[in-house]
Nanobody
Framework: VQLQACGGGLVQAGGSLRLSCAAS????????MVWFRQAPGKEREFVAA????????YYADSVKGRFTISRDNAKNTVYLQMNSLKPEDTAVYYC??????????????????WGSGTQVTVSS
């Protein structure tokens, strides 16, 4: 199984980025897809999740109204559109796949597969 994240970069506060995570080696449509992030010196934290069907979506309070998670099961890809970025959004962003559902998706240890990270840096 491979989850390859890309799309990170350096952006000014208030700007936007779109992250992508392409999956292979798994039945993509059977897994919820989740984004986590980890800032230096901090624990990995939940950002957003989309259920396998796309019918349920979850966001961390810190990103609600600014970030949008979406998935394209035909392309085996999950996206994270990040708008109105803030310096505190600076982190390495990771995509993950989980066979769990609901609130379990907000917990890193409930992920079955992890992808590579992509650095997002927001300057003030």
């Amino acid at each position: 199984v491979q989850l390859q994240a890309c799309g990170g970069g350096l952006v000014q506060a208030g700007g936007s980025l779109r992250l992508s995570c392409a999956a292979s080696g798994l039945t993509f449509s059977s897994y919820a897809m989740v984004w986590f992030r980890q800032a230096p010196g901090k624990e990995r934290e939940f950002v957003a999740a989309k259920s396998w069907s796309g019918g349920s979506t979850y966001y961390a309070d810190s990103v609600k109204g600014r970030f949008t998670i979406s998935r394209d099961n035909a392309k085996n890809t999950v996206y994270l559109q990040m708008n109105s970025l803030k310096p505190e959004d600076t982190a390495v962003y990771y995509c993950a796949a989980s066979a769990y559902s609901g609130s379990y998706l907000m917990t890193a240890r409930r992920m079955h597969y992890w992808g590579s990270g992509t650095q997002v840096t927001v300057s003030s």
